[in-house]
């Protein structure tokens, strides 16, 4: 089912050596990606930025593959 909501894990060690990881749901500012899956998505943590590349929305009435590129601002 594609989806347009976005969460990120957050992976971090205590001092004792054991992980622990939070889910965080970050807010959006301006209009989100129509939803999809199957996307490919980078994440450029020292810019707090993420580029999501294409993917598929086979709900849509229009051709399923989505062929765009969108920069989202964390």
Not at 17 to 26: A, D, L, R, T, V
Request: positive net charge; aromatic residues 8%; contains cysteine.
């Amino acid at each position: 089912q594609a989806m347009n909501t976005l969460y990120i894990i957050k992976l971090t060690e205590d001092k004792f050596g054991h992980f622990h990881f939070s889910i965080i749901q970050p807010k959006m500012i301006g209009k989100p990606p129509p939803p999809r899956h199957s996307n490919t998505i980078t994440f450029m943590p020292k810019l707090g930025q993420m580029i999501i590349v294409g993917g598929r929305n086979d709900q849509c009435n229009r051709n399923p593959v989505l062929n765009d590129i969108w920069l989202i601002t964390l």
